[in-house]
């Protein structure tokens, strides 16, 4: 049960929030046009990294906004949040 | 390999045995293999086993970089089943489950396969309908499937709920008798101990850290103990492919999920079947020890941390309390946690990768222990022949591309 | 009975308050303040249980947690507790107890004969054998689950009842010994929220079973001071009974409080979980005394030397008239001092060291006790009850003599309990002078203190704890202005190391796992035949896998593979701790959340009118609806008919109300409902509704539902029912983090709208004479829709139609739900409205052919694939379009949306069934589609089905065959799905 810090809320448990799975991989420029193998990489690709990883979260229960959290895979610590648009924040090294 | 059987247990047991030898060798890599696998679960295991069985391909090595058998293979529930609703996804697991019917004369080795049947509960119309296409589609693959009533279900499991008036009554639901349970460590060393006695090289505590690569094609792998050259690698790293995958410089179509089970005290016998729910969500059988073994939920963030959190297991307790209302008095003795691959169409991807050389089996997701010797026998006909097995083609990676994906959700909506 | 093994005064028990309880169907009596192990060995009972796998007899072995052997079942009825251990089980008046897994009786248990066999039951016996003949493994699988389990379980439902606490606070310490005690007391001196949470009735720890001096007064003095102290600050929280279970992430952990017992009667609740959010714990939960490796170690009346001077220090039983120590380590002599001050004749301390250079031993000899240095026990005799030892010296082990006595209290050191700690990450290093796991660098949010910490010294347990208290409350944001904790506790210099953990063998049984009948040949049968892995040998021999989870013997275990392997203990390594910490009840863990609250059930505003009027309900996702409105003996297929009827014929009215319905407002509105959908909007008028189908990104129609146009940037959106939450969060994602270009506001409306479908030929005639509105096919036309007064509450009426036939959709704001509905009914009694639940709904979207997503739509189907096509805009772009181009979502495989009608008209096609080309017996048979819905129409007066058949549309006209389970293989024709007014004439009445 993690403890997610909430940029417009705060620190709330886990049970409030909505998983949004990795942040920040984009639709290919002009999709439409894009090969199926680069749609499947958009699709269904992801990096699934054992360590830090940007990731989307809903705080479904509460301000229902989305946000991104860093956070580790294996420690499951969390480094940092931002908002939409914030510059990104670096990865712990 | 000396055979087990009752004779051998007796001779040791008076003393006039000779001593039981290693069920496998701990040996030293050699600098060069034909096929390396990488991953010592019971699909790496099985993989080496019917490469060396089937295709007299002997010169391989597994690589494991703990202990055998410690990945999801020992983590899991121990269902064995192969009521898929799709055609390719059928023909895959009732393979395997052909496979698990003669496994323990196969590999002398007492895999404890016991086709004890299996329940998937529906508890409203919906499941029934689903359960209906399911079964339908399974009699016409050959896979012996059944729709019961509700009757039926409750005389065959006397202690589920029988009330009507809960959240989800029982309706009915579907069974397959050939399905069961097994002895989830026993199928990695019985693996172990028959691709050991045909040469395989099982290699404990070795790490993957790299890729070696001569232009599109791999030559071998960097180790924790050292460098091996390798013709072919098969990456069966389950919850790990994403990593490997990374080495070798693309990515999956996987997610890594934390799936947690637990177990109960032992009793004595309370349940003769495997029972599992969708609406409720859980699913059951009791152990030849007596404990109650139980799946849960997977938590929805990514992890590999081989621990999910406690909420999980707390909606398996009352979902178990629910349909078995016996079960609240009785003590849970321990928790654990797997890391599951996890595809977007909850199907696995056995076959080849961008890199030449180099086959991959994973995406399991919750689902992969059913699976063991049949996905060992398609993935070593695959690398064998560098071409997908018949059963094996319908889960290449192109099928993201192309969009032919086999989407199992409905179906496998409790998974496992 | 007499309490004969009661000493005549000590301990912490309530003399004054007898209980009388039941064993085995004997009565005994006991004490307040007795656990059942402690009142059982009060009058002289040992024999208590059967072992696992040999059915040997067992006694009680230790004091809590640890206790591998004396596991009982407690209760009667539907209140049975199997597998309850004696030693953690409080007694109180009338409890009843009963040994288990043994048959005819405890004494004599036929089970037995198991031991006998030993010796072809090694350890991974069962792999090598029971391979057949055929199929033989079924009947040796029977046998061998018979004799397997331990307790039972209750037959009826438990009658108790479980909560679920949730609690915050800055310092959780787990464990109110010293080292826990001193921890909150300086945490909470910092003014910081502290909780501590014990498992004992009483706090103290190891202090209640050892007589020490803090501050030059009894230990357990300054135990009642700070406990004092501890209840009057206001920010101190204090849990007896209450254990914890397990760490989980980011200081979440999992504790369970028993419920005090009442005599007779329950308890409010029995257990109550608490889920704590510490930012800072502080783990000092003590340590657990091990035993020794000899032969014939699992003999009734053998028992942790700890143990043995707890009973007598804190209950007052002698649980011996002659005691043997054995150990290898200065600790236990405390045992053979305490029992000797108890009265208790011990003849004699066996160390398994040759040099005895501490304090502790020499104190032993100045009292007079018969010390025997480089000693082991090498050998028990008696058989229910243990009559002597077989002493010897290490280093000439046949040189036997024979003590008689009737308790053997051992040691081997004590092994922290480091539970907590490695599930919070924690990685424990291995300390070879106390043989024992010690943590290495603390996790986040946790300090380990005393003796958890391998600080076994009284002093350093206090000052430790104290320490890990100034510390938390330190990181917690709080510092210690208060005059620092002093406490001096002088004890003889104790040292701590310990030596051998095994005496000479001489080939009898030697128990590592007591419960599971683990020995030490089979760990090394595991290690001869590769299982080197430590992970391998547990699994293999099942050590450390039973109730007790290697408690007592897992570090026994790593050291006997550590010698089969040649390697040191840390290279073989330990096995993981995983929750719980102890057993925890499934009634624990589900809490409430069990019977009436397992789920929520959402209900509509109408549910009690449902209710009221006889509906059936059936569950859909949260909700539950009203699936029909069966008259008093009618079967639901012939009220289904009834109310199918009267929507074609008349009028019926249906609680629609689980639609889910999103506001959506924004200058951006218009645009953004054109990127979600796959059909345009921004083309609807004002006033106008339209039919919607999404898409995810993978081009799968996702949801489908009536969208309108209430201004030009105000939209009602709904959704399918079981839909609304994932949709919701869905469209939230696309506006907030990669449409910021559009401004537009969503808000989830579902449970402020109450909506009643008005069907049927007479739908204007009753909601005429109840609204303000120009219902008019001119004014309000199909597909328009409108505000205005309905039985004088707001409402808005859409003019959609679920039935083809004339549809109202009124939309009410919530609390007027109920209101409204009973105004329709009313008006509509003349014309003979029918309530009508979602069977005739669907029934009634079948005969028209519209699909029901989750029906005709299993997350494989595109629009194309339902006909809808012409749905699909090329104009402008949305939600996965990209993906439509795909290979796979075009040509002559794909599956498409067509009727079937059975060539018997009678037939109702089971919906599921799979579809043939044509008939075969051949399996696996090529199957080109399924049955997705299918109903006996009561318009058409046949059956009808929809399907999903390869190529469908192509195939208008042929004959295709379902083969039924265990029935007749079925002709039935492709036909258009729209059964019912494919011209469209009858939407306007």
Redesign the interface.
């Given at each position: 049960m993690l403890l997610i810090p909430c940029p417009y809320c705060g620190e709330r448990t886990e049970s409030e929030f909505r998983y949004g799975g990795e942040a920040h991989f984009r639709r290919p420029e002009n999709h439409l046009e894009a090969t199926d193998e680069a749609w499947a990489d958009y699709l269904f690709m992801r990096k699934n990294p054992k360590g830090w990883h940007r990731e989307r979260w809903m705080h479904i229960a509460g301000c229902k906004r989305w946000f991104y959290v860093v956070r580790h895979t294996v420690t499951h610590r969390i480094s940092s949040v931002y908002k939409v648009g914030d510059p990104l924040p670096d990865l712990p090294s | 390999m000396k055979r087990y059987s009752f004779v051998q247990l007796l001779r040791n047991a008076i003393g006039l045995g000779d001593g039981w030898q290693q069920a496998w060798r701990s040996p030293e890599p050699k600098p060069s293999y034909d096929v390396v696998i990488v991953g010592g679960g019971g699909h790496g295991l099985a993989t080496a086993y019917y490469l060396a069985k089937n295709h007299g391909v002997r010169n391989v090595a597994v690589l494991e970089k703990g202990w055998i058998g410690g990945g999801n293979t020992g983590r899991n529930t121990t269902v064995v089943r192969s009521n898929y609703l799709w055609d390719e996804s059928a023909a895959i697991y009732e393979h395997s489950l052909k496979l698990w019917e003669g496994l323990t004369q196969e590999l002398n080795f007492n895999v404890m396969f016991s086709q004890r049947n299996l329940v998937m509960l529906a508890h409203t119309e919906h499941e029934m309908i689903e359960a209906s296409r399911r079964v339908h589609a399974n009699r016409l693959n050959g896979i012996d499937a059944e729709i019961w009533s509700r009757e039926q279900t409750l005389a065959f499991i006397p202690i589920l709920n029988k009330s009507m008036n809960i959240r989800y009554p029982v309706m009915g639901g579907s069974a397959q008798p050939r399905a069961g349970i097994a002895r989830h460590d026993a199928v990695a060393w019985g693996f172990a101990r028959g691709a050991d006695a045909l040469g395989v090289d099982i290699i404990q505590n070795c790490e993957v850290i790299g890729v070696r690569r001569e232009g599109s094609r791999i030559v071998g792998l960097d180790t924790t103990r050292g460098a091996i050259d390798a013709k072919k690698v098969a990456f069966v790293a389950a919850g790990h492919s994403s990593v490997l995958a990374s080495l070798a410089g693309f990515r999956l179509p996987i997610e890594s999920h934390p799936l947690q089970a637990m177990v109960s005290e032992p009793i004595k016998p309370v349940l003769d079947t495997v029972v599992m729910s969708g609406a409720v969500h859980a699913y059951v059988s009791q152990s030849d020890k007596g404990e109650l073994v139980m799946g849960a939920g997977i938590d929805a963030f990514n992890s590999y941390a081989q621990r999910g959190s406690l909420p999980i297991l707390e909606d398996l307790a009352s979902a178990m309390v629910e349909l078995f209302p016996i079960v609240s008095r009785l003590k849970i003795l321990r928790s654990w946690g797997g890391i599951v691959d996890v595809c977007p169409d909850a199907s696995p991807i056995i076959g080849r990768t961008p890199v030449d050389g180099l086959f991959i089996n994973c995406g399991w997701g919750t689902g992969g222990f059913k699976a063991t010797p049949g996905s060992g026998w398609v993935l070593a006909d695959t690398i064998a022949n560098d071409r997908p097995h018949a059963l094996a083609a319908p889960f290449s990676m192109e099928r993201f591309a192309s969009g032919r994906l086999i989407d199992e959700h409905g179906a496998a909506a409790v998974a496992h | 009975m007499t309490q004969d093994f009661r000493l005549a005064k000590g301990g912490r028990i309530d003399r004054e308050k007898p209980l009388r309880f039941l064993f085995d169907g004997h009565a005994y009596d006991g004490f307040a303040g007795d656990t059942l192990a402690s009142a059982l060995l009060a009058n002289g009972i040992h024999l208590v249980a059967r072992s696992?796998k040999y059915h040997r007899p067992r006694g009680i072995y230790g004091l809590g947690v640890e206790e591998p052997n004396a596991l009982v079942e407690t209760g009667i009825g539907a209140?049975?507790?199997?597998?309850a251990r004696a030693t953690t089980v409080e007694l109180s008046d009338g409890l009843i107890a009963n040994s288990q897994n043994r048959w005819p009786s405890l004494r004599f248990d036929l089970g037995a004969v198991a031991d006998l066999a030993s010796?072809?039951l090694?350890a991974g016996?069962?792999?090598?054998?029971?391979?057949?003949p055929g199929n033989a493994?079924?009947l040796y699988?029977w046998m061998?689950?018979?004799a397997?389990?331990?307790?039972?379980?209750?037959?009826?439902?438990?009658p108790?009842r479980?909560e679920?606490s949730f609690a915050h606070c800055d310092v959780l310490v787990v464990g109110a010994g010293p080292a826990g005690l001193a921890a909150a007391l300086a945490a909470g001196r910092a003014g910081a929220r502290v909780m501590l949470v014990d498992e004992q009735v009483e706090p103290g720890g190891q202090l209640l079973n050892t007589a020490y001096t803090i501050n030059g007064r009894p230990a357990t003095d300054w135990v009642a001071d700070a406990t004092a102290e501890l209840d009057r600050m206001d920010e101190v929280r204090r849990l007896q009974r209450t254990l914890a279970l397990?760490v989980?992430?980011?200081?979440?952990v999992?504790c369970v409080e028993r419920a005090v017992p009442v005599p007779e009667g329950r308890t409010r609740w029995r257990e109550r979980?608490w889920?704590v959010?510490a930012k800072e714990i502080v783990v000092a939960s003590g340590a657990i005394e091990r035993p020794l490796i000899h032969d014939g170690n699992d003999r009734p009346g053998t028992m942790l030397a700890s143990a043995a001077r707890a009973y007598a220090n804190r209950y007052g039983v002698a649980v011996g008239k002659r005691a043997v120590v054995f150990a290898n380590n200065d600790d236990a002599y405390r045992t053979a001092l305490d029992l000797a001050d108890s009265g208790i004749e011990v003849a004699g301390i066996l160390d398994l060291r040759h040099d005895l250079t501490g304090a502790m031993p020499a104190l032993a000899r100045e009292k007079g006790l018969r010390v025997l240095a480089g000693h082991a026990v090498v050998g028990t005799r008696g058989r229910t009850r243990l009559k002597a030892v077989e002493a010897a010296p290490v280093d000439d082990p046949s040189n036997r003599q024979i003590i008689e006595c009737d308790l053997l209290a051992v040691s081997g050191g004590w092994n922290p309990a480091l539970h907590l700690y490695a599930?919070a990450?924690g990685k424990a290093s291995y300390d070879a002078a106390l043989a024992a796991f010690v943590p290495g660098s603390s996790p986040?949010r946790m300090t380990v203190a005393g003796s958890a910490a391998g600080e076994f010294a009284l002093a350093h347990c206090l000052s430790g704890g104290a320490r890990a208290g100034v510390e938390a409350a330190k990181r917690a944001g709080f510092s210690a202005t208060q005059p620092a904790l002093v406490l001096e506790a002088p004890e003889p210099n104790a040292d701590t190391r310990v030596g051998p953990l095994s005496a000479p063998n001489r080939g009898g049984k030697r128990f590592i796992d007591l419960h599971n009948d683990v020995t030490e040949k089979d760990l090394r049968?595991a290690a001869?035949?590769?299982?080197?892995?430590v992970?391998?040998a547990k699994?293999?021999t099942?050590m450390g896998?039973g109730?007790d989870?290697g408690k007592t013997g897992n570090i026994l275990g790593l050291n006997v593979l550590s010698d089969a392997l040649g390697q040191a203990v840390p290279q073989v390594g330990t096995t993981t701790f995983?929750?719980?910490y102890h057993?925890?009840?499934?009634?624990a863990?589900?809490?409430r959340?069990?019977?009436d609250l397992?789920?929520p059930?959402r209900k509509t505003p109408m549910d009690s009118w449902h209710e009221e009027n006889g509906a059936l309900f059936?569950?859909?996702g949260q909700w539950r609806r009203a699936k029909a409105y069966p008259k008093p003996g009618e079967s639901l297929h012939a009220a289904a008919e009834r109310e199918v009827k009267a929507a074609r014929e008349s009028v019926g009215l249906f609680d629609a109300s689980t639609l889910g319905k999103i506001d959506v407002r924004g200058p951006g509105a218009a645009q953004f409902l054109d990127r979600i959908y796959c059909n345009t909007f921004s083309t609807l008028k004002p006033g106008n509704a339209r039919y919607g189908l999404m898409l995810g990104?993978?081009?799968m129609v996702k949801d489908d539902g009536v969208t309108a146009r209430l201004g030009p940037d105000h939209f009602h959106l709904t959704t399918t029912t079981g839909g609304a939450a994932s949709v919701y969060?869905w469209l939230?994602?696309w506006l907030?983090?990669e449409w910021?270009d559009l401004e537009v506001y969503l808000t989830s409306v579902t449970e402020q709208w109450a909506v009643a479908t008005l069907s049927g030929p007479k739908a204007r005639q009753v909601l005429g004479p109840l609204t303000d509105v120009d219902l008019s096919t001119a004014a309000f036309p199909f597909m328009a829709f409108r505000e205005g007064r309905v039985a004088n509450i707001p409402a808005r009426i859409f003019r959609v139609s679920f039935s083809g036939d004339l549809s109202y959709e009124i939309n009410v704001p919530a609390r007027h739900g109920l209101a409204l509905w009973q105004a329709l009914m009313e008006s509509g009694r003349p014309h003979g409205i029918t309530p009508y639940g979602t069977e005739a709904l669907h029934i009634l979207r079948a005969e028209k052919g519209y699909i029901v997503v989750?029906?005709e739509t299993?997350?494989?189907i595109t629009p194309h694939d339902l006909g809808y096509g012409g749905m699909v805009s090329t104009k402008k772009?949305f939600l996965g379009?990209?993906?439509l181009?795909?290979?796979?979502?075009t040509g002559p495989d794909r599956k498409h949306l067509v009727g079937l009608l059975s060539k018997d008209p009678a037939r109702v096609l089971?919906?599921?069934?799979?579809i043939?080309e044509r008939p075969t017996e051949a399996?696996?048979?090529p199957?080109i589609g399924?049955v997705s819905s299918s109903y006996m129409s009561p318009t058409m007066k046949r059956g009808i089905a929809m399907a999903l058949i390869k190529n469908g549309r192509e195939r208008l006209g042929q004959t295709v065959y379902l083969?039924?389970?265990d029935g007749p293989t079925v002709a039935a024709e492709i036909v258009s799905p729209v059964f019912y007014d494919p011209e469209n004439a009858r939407r306007d009445g």
């Open positions: - | - | 696992f209140a049975i507790e199997p597998n010796p072809l090694s016996f069962y792999y090598k054998t029971f391979m057949g493994w079924k699988e061998i689950r018979r397997a389990g331990v307790g039972r379980a209750p037959e009826q439902p438990d108790d479980y679920h397990g989980y992430d980011h200081g979440y999992a979980m889920h959010r599930h990450g986040e049968l001869q035949e590769g299982y080197r892995s992970e391998h699994r293999y099942t896998m109730p989870q995983r929750p719980p057993p925890v009840s499934f009634g863990l589900a809490g959340e069990v019977h397992f789920l059930t059936e569950p859909v990104e993978d081009g969060v939230e994602d907030q983090t910021l989750g029906h299993d997350g494989t772009d379009r990209r993906s181009g795909r290979a796979g979502m089971p919906m599921g069934a799979q043939l399996r696996p048979a199957m399924h083969p039924l389970l």
